[in-house]
Structures are given as structure tokens and as C-alpha cells.
């Protein structure tokens, strides 16, 4: 039991452990003080949701509870009807839900993407969502959020994984379209937050030449435009001729550099922005031939600095590597378990084939 900071107005609640406040279910984590769960896998009644992507961000909710980004991408990508009803909530507004106290920070994950505090007592948990420390132009910085528990994603839990550079990474990619200017540049990303941050990123290295999307990337993106992120000139691959595409850089779904839309393109150069380019391997198999070390989660350094930084004495580690980092809890003399929920993992984009 956590060491008790402050007189508690009764004995029941001094008691309270972790898991009276957040419990593991089939669909995910639940809170039955507050009747609501976060970043459920199946329809739940009601649902606080961290951030859009597809593995966190489901449809079919009675109700849900997200940031108003959140609950714009979850239109875009699923329809008005995605939900019984939807509630925005701003960084940092104190709701009570049922016996619990709630609130949202962000994460610097994506747009909108949003860390969860729940309190009963005086006892505070952090479910984290996915997340990162590394700076980010098209979204708010993370927060860090003192906690008692803190529920981490692991995504890129193992010492391997380090993501200094990627400022580094856009100069490599910069490079090569300088060194292959008879070619196009094709450059996977995720369609929702690292497509535009790799465009952010282009711009902020001083590229100011027309950048391409493939369709599929194109409603989201716009949408970051809305909200007053500024990409530069865009504009769809569609309709353009090939010779034009000559010294181009294009942002694309991953599965579309494999795709017979690619054919396109002149003697394509095929890139892809992620974490998981520190893996040769990964490359390899996707037929990578200049990956990108760029990530939108956390590495490493940033997983255990985080940690840290919650004062959290105890971890339920969550989506990835959990077995290194629960080890790395255990030798800091931290409480910590894994919680082993599927459903989770690196967004594959399921609008990646046919441009849409």
C-alpha cells in the first residue's frame, strides 16, 4: 500500500488500493467508481479516450470523453455516428464522473492526444496513453503529471531504442532528394500525427517546395491546417503526371510503398519515418531503402525519464516491451506489473491501399 501523505476523512478510503480505482477487464481498463473505462477494446458505455489512433480510439461507445482534436479525428474517420454521445474535454479540466475525480493532460503523443488522471481520495493514478518527451511543432508537449500509479505504454521499451535525432533523420532525407533529383521520394508515415510532423519538420529544415499526399493522408492533414498548423503548399498526387514528380517528396501511408499505386512515381526512393527503422531488419522487409528514425512514442530514455519524473511509486506497464521496463521499475525500487492487454500496438493504417 502507498505511504499516506495526508490525514484521509475516513478509514475505507485510506485503504483504497490501485486497483479499487482502475481494474483490468476484457475490454480494458475500467474504473467502477467512475463507470467509465480508458481506451477500451470493444464497445463500452462509456469511454475516456486518449488520443485518435485506431487501436486506442474505437467506435461504437455510448458515450465518450476525449479532447475536442480527438473527437474531430474519430469523425473524420468513422463517421458523426461514431458514438452515442461525445463530450469535449480541455487540457487540464477537473470533471467527476460517479466517485471519481478526472482529468486531462497532454501527451505529446498527436493532436489532442491527451494523458488521463483519475483520483478517489487521495490517490492519484496516470494512465499515460501512447506518448512522447521529444519536441513535436504540430502538438502540445508532454505533461508531466505527479501520480502515486503510473499506467506507461512500452511501445519502444528496450534500451535499443533511442530516438535523439530527428532533425538528423529530415537532413538525411533532404539530402538524398538533393542527391537524386531525377527522382521522387516517397515517404511512409502514419496518417494521423507523423504525416504532418515529418511536413512540419520539412518546413522548419527550410523545404518550401510543393509537398504530395497520398489521398489517404489528406483529410487529416487538412484538418491540422484548420486548427492552425502551418504545412506549407500541398497538394494530392492524384492527377499529377509522372515527369512531375521528379525531385518531389510525397507522404504516404506505409502499405502504399508496396502497392501499385507507387508505380507511379519516377524510380521512387522509398523512406519510412518510424521508431522501428532502428531495426535494420524492419527495413529490410519492407523494402525500405532510407529509413527514417523518427517516433512519436517515447524511446528508452524517454520511458524511464518519465517515469521518474511522475514520482510514481508504483508502474503497470502496458502495449510493448513490458518485460524490460518492468524489470527497470523493479531495480529503481518500484512497484510494478505488467498488464499484458491486446489490442494495442504501432497503428497500421488500415486506409493505406487504394487512394482514397
Known amino acids: 500500500m502507498l505511504p499516506l501523505r495526508t490525514a484521509w476523512p475516513n478509514a475505507y478510503l485510506s485503504a483504497m488500493r490501485p486497483e479499487d480505482i482502475l481494474a483490468l477487464t476484457p475490454s480494458g481498463v475500467c474504473c467502477k467508481r467512475g463507470g467509465f473505462h480508458i481506451d477500451p477494446t470493444r464497445p463500452v458505455e462509456k469511454a475516456l479516450i486518449t488520443h485518435g489512433h485506431s487501436d486506442h480510439a474505437r467506435a461504437g461507445h455510448g458515450a465518450v470523453l476525449a ?59 496516470v494512465a499515460s496513453g501512447d506518448y512522447k518527451d521529444r519536441p513535436d511543432p504540430t502538438c502540445a508537449p508532454l505533461e508531466v503529471v505527479p501520480c502515486d500509479v503510473f499506467i506507461t505504454e512500452a511501445t519502444f521499451g528496450l534500451p535499443v531504442f533511442r530516438h535523439h535525432d530527428a532533425e538528423g533523420e529530415i537532413g538525411k532525407l533532404l539530402h538524398s532528394v538533393a542527391l537524386f533529383p531525377e527522382r521522387a521520394h516517397l515517404v511512409g508515415a502514419y496518417s494521423l500525427g507523423k504525416a504532418q510532423r515529418v511536413i512540419a519538420m520539412l518546413r522548419a529544415a527550410g523545404y518550401d517546395r510543393t509537398i504530395y499526399l497520398h489521398g489517404a493522408v489528406e483529410a487529416i492533414t487538412r484538418y491540422y491546417q484548420s486548427r492552425g498548423i502551418d504545412l506549407g503548399e500541398l497538394a494530392l498526387v492524384r492527377g499529377a503526371k509522372k515527369g512531375e514528380l521528379a525531385g518531389t517528396i510525397t507522404i504516404c501511408p506505409p502499405s502504399a510503398m508496396s502497392d501499385l499505386w507507387s508505380r507511379r512515381f519516377p524510380d521512387p526512393v522509398l523512406a519510412f519515418a518510424s521508431g522501428w527503422m532502428r531495426v535494420r531488419a524492419r527495413a529490410r522487409q519492407r523494402g525500405v531503402t532510407l529509413p527514417l528514425v523518427i517516433s512519436d512514442h517515447a524511446d528508452w530514455d524517454g520511458l524511464t525519464a518519465t517515469i521518474d519524473a511522475t514520482g510514481a511509486s508504483e508502474v503497470w506497464v502496458t502495449h510493448g516491451q ?35
Open 67 to 125: 479532447t475536442q482534436e480527438t473527437l474531430d479525428v474519430m469523425r473524420l474517420r468513422y463517421g458523426e455516428n461514431f458514438a452515442g454521445t461525445a463530450q469535449a474535454v480541455r487540457y487540464g479540466e477537473a470533471l467527476t464522473l460517479g466517485g471519481a475525480r478526472v482529468s486531462f493532460h497532454p501527451a505529446g503523443h498527436v493532436l489532442g492526444s491527451a494523458q488521463i488522471r483519475v483520483e478517489c481520495g487521495d490517490l492519484r493514478v
Open 322 to 356: 513490458e518485460d524490460a521496463l518492468v524489470h527497470w521499475c523493479t531495480s529503481k525500487g518500484l512497484k510494478a506489473r505488467p498488464l499484458d492487454i491486446a489490442g494495442y500496438g504501432d497503428e497500421e493504417e488500415a486506409d493505406g491501399g487504394a487512394e482514397a
